[in-house]
């Protein structure tokens, strides 16, 4: 609309369902990830839809409309489970002592046979598992930035918290995670011994 | 350069989240540090491995009738 009119609400509903419902598969995939039951999520989604079609008004032409909708998603299954998602202690700011635990802890396989256990083993199982077991803020934050591919500043946005904050519970849940995979590697039979160290100057730039 | 500062900024290195002077300087100390580079690189995996985890969910038909009912009965044309 080039000129300066306010949108009719017949123009409003059609933008609604022109840019807002092509994101229901998002949604729906990002509700499934937090309440890991199909009946919810679907609760969850329509819900999110009616709350998202109440305020959009207050949505602006041309922001992110998908992370406008995970956001109110967010809220929404925050509002259900409230009780278990302050309960977690999220351990504070300490995201790089997370970096430098994972680092240290996946040391044996970094240093031997890091593409051993990524190419030869279908980790996808165990991660999905392991995801679902992550306590829910972490899980979140994970989901975001990892699965959805959302910047620190994007999922901080979504989940109503500062930067600081979703790095370190999306450090401590990828240590966590790293640490079942580790786990499940093992009991695999990689037994992630200091092997011979590969040279690997060449493919640094891949990095 | 300092391995430990490059190995605590890892994961914001592999994420793409520091300034691009930082990143330059990271990039261009994984092409001769053979101490570093292993555990970037077991991280990238990693982080691969857990974008490749994501579960292509779509939303039901049913679900999508379910939000179209209930947007009309909010008021939508």
Same mark, same amino acid.
């Given at each position: 609309?080039?000129?300066? +009119? ?22 729906? +995939?990002?509700?499934?990830? #937090? ?9 969850? *989604? ?27 998603? +967010?809220?929404?299954?925050? +509002? ?7 309960? *977690?202690?999220? &351990?504070?700011d300490d995201a *790089? ?23 030869? #083993? ?18 979140? @934050? *994970? ?13 901080? @946005?979504?989940? =109503?918290?500062?930067? =600081? ?22 009991? @695999?039979?990689?037994? &992630? @011994?200091? &092997? ?12 | 350069?300092?391995?430990?500062? !490059? ?6 290195? $592999? ?8 990143? !330059?300087?990271?990039?261009?100390? $994984?092409?001769s540090c053979r ?27 049913? $679900? ?14």
């Amino acid at each position: 609309v080039a000129d300066d +009119r306010p949108e009719t609400k017949l123009e409003q509903d059609a933008r609604f369902e022109r840019e807002a419902l092509p994101w229901m598969d998002d949604v729906y +995939r990002f509700a499934r990830s #937090m309440t890991h039951d199909e009946a919810d999520a679907d609760d969850l *989604v329509q819900e999110t839809y009616l709350r998202a079609y109440r305020a959009w008004h207050t949505f602006e032409p041309g922001s992110d409309c998908r992370r406008w909708l995970f956001t109110i998603c +967010r809220n929404v299954f925050l +509002r259900t489970r409230e009780r278990e998602a302050r309960q *977690v202690d999220t &351990g504070g700011d300490d995201a *790089v002592l997370e970096t430098m635990a994972a680092v240290r802890e996946a040391s044996p396989f970094a240093t031997s046979n890091a593409e051993a256990i990524f190419s030869r #083993m279908d980790l996808v199982p165990a991660i999905r598992k392991a995801l679902e077991e992550l306590p829910e803020v972490f899980r979140t @934050a *994970v989901v975001l930035v990892d699965v959805e591919g959302q910047s620190y500043d994007e999922a901080a @946005a979504v989940l =109503g918290v500062p930067i =600081g904050t979703v790095r370190s519970r999306l450090f401590r849940g990828r240590r966590i995670l790293q640490r079942s995979l580790i786990e499940f590697a093992r009991d @695999a039979g990689f037994a &992630g @011994a200091a &092997g011979k160290e590969a040279d690997r100057e060449g493919d640094a730039h891949g990095l | 350069m300092d391995c430990e500062e !490059n190995i605590r900024q890892l994961w914001d290195y $592999l994420d793409g989240e520091l300034t691009e002077q930082r990143m !330059n300087e990271i990039r261009g100390h $994984l092409k001769s540090c053979r101490g570093c580079f292993p555990h970037f690189d077991f991280e990238k995996e990693f982080l691969e491995a857990i974008a490749k985890s994501r579960v292509e969910h779509i939303a039901p038909e049913d $679900l999508r009738r379910k939000v179209m009912a209930k947007l009309r009965t909010a008021g939508m044309a």
